[in-house]
Each structure stands twice: as C-alpha cells, then as structure tokens.
C-alpha cells in the first residue's frame, strides 16, 4: 500500500490509500473545502478518522444516511463545504445557486427530505423562496433557514413564514450534521 500525504499545516491532511485497486480518502482534520471538493470530482470513497478537534468517529451515522437534501446558497465555498459533509455523512445533497433554481429543482424533484435556505441570494430572495414553498398545494418539504443574520427578528419572521428551524453560519462540519441530525429527526 502506498500513501500520499498533503498537509497544509494545521488546517489538515489529507491521505489518498491505494489498495486493491479502490481509493479512500482519510480525512484526520477539519479540512479546507477545495480540497474535500477535489477529493469528490475524483469520485473517491470517503471515511472518517477520530479527531478530537471534529469530534468525528469511523461509523457512518444513520441521521443523514439515504437522506436527500437542497441546499440554496449563492456562496460557493460554503455550498462546497456543506455539500461535501453531508455527503461524508451519508446524504444525498442537490445544489442550487439562486432561489429560482432551488424552486425549479423542488418542482421537478420526486423527493426532497430538508431544504437548507441562505437568505440572502441573488434574484429571488430566500424570503420569497421560503414564501413560494409554503404556498405550494403539493407536499413542501421542511424548510431550514441557514443564514448569517442571526438576530431574532431574523428568527421570528423564518418561524412564521414556515422555516423548521434555524442554522446560523458560520458553523463547523460537527454541528452542522449535528444540527441536520436534529431537524430530520422531527420528520
């Protein structure tokens, strides 16, 4: 078996194991989000080191196994990042970059377990996203709103538009699936 190793000092490391023909990626740290990205356009299986600092074990959890997910954020390193720990997690994540196109994948989607909703997107608000599928007569899924204005004004109009609940941002990978454990948990 040989290993590469790409360290970038404290932030992480990053390990590809080449054994029998099939790749792993050991993940020992909070990563950067490019390289966890990387790691996935190469279609990589991934698991879990014990780190301390991230608080991740080697088990695959069953709270986001199987479990489909839109996430509507216009940031793309933060799309990254979340889309990537759920997908070390288990979930099957579907990206949308404006609010028009996370309205046309929840019309032409089959299946949509949680929407995480950034508020502040370009074109269409996540407000008027948030607005436009409680109005829906078909099944909506559960909203969660997922924003860096945390105040409680913020919270309160999110609640009574519809939202199940709130992440603020920034957050790290640990307590973002231990918060999308939570929410889907309720459904």
């Known amino acids: 078996m040989s290993e590469e190793s790409l360290d970038c000092g404290n932030v ?8 029998s ?9 909070p990563t950067e989000t490019k390289l ?5 356009s ?17 088990r695959m959890p069953d709270g986001l196994q199987g479990k489909r997910l839109l996430l509507v ?3 793309a390193d933060i799309q990254a990042f ?5 997908r070390l997690e288990g979930a099957d994540i579907v990206t949308a970059s404006k609010g028009e196109e996370g309205l046309s994948i929840l019309s032409g989607e089959s299946q949509v377990d949680l929407v995480l909703l950034d508020l502040n997107l370009p074109g269409i608000q996540g407000w008027d996203v948030l607005r436009e599928i409680g ?6 899924p559960p909203v969660v709103v997922f924003s860096a204005y945390t105040d ?12 199940m609940g709130f992440i603020a941002k920034p957050i790290g990978a640990r307590e973002l699936v231990n918060k999308l454990e939570a929410f889907l948990s309720q459904l």
């Open 12 to 19: 992480m490391t990053l390990s590809p194991l080449w054994d």
């Open 21 to 29: 023909g099939s790749v792993s990626t050991l993940i020992s740290a």
């Open 36 to 40: 966890l990205q990387s790691a996935f």
């Open 42 to 58: 190469r279609d990589h299986r991934v698991t879990f080191a014990r780190h301390p600092e991230w608080g991740v074990s080697n």
């Open 73 to 75: 954020e216009d940031n």
């Open 82 to 86: 979340v889309s990537t720990v759920a």
């Open 135 to 140: 109005d829906a007569t078909d099944a909506r």
């Open 152 to 163: 409680a004004p913020t919270r309160k109009r999110a609640a009574d538009m519809g939202a």
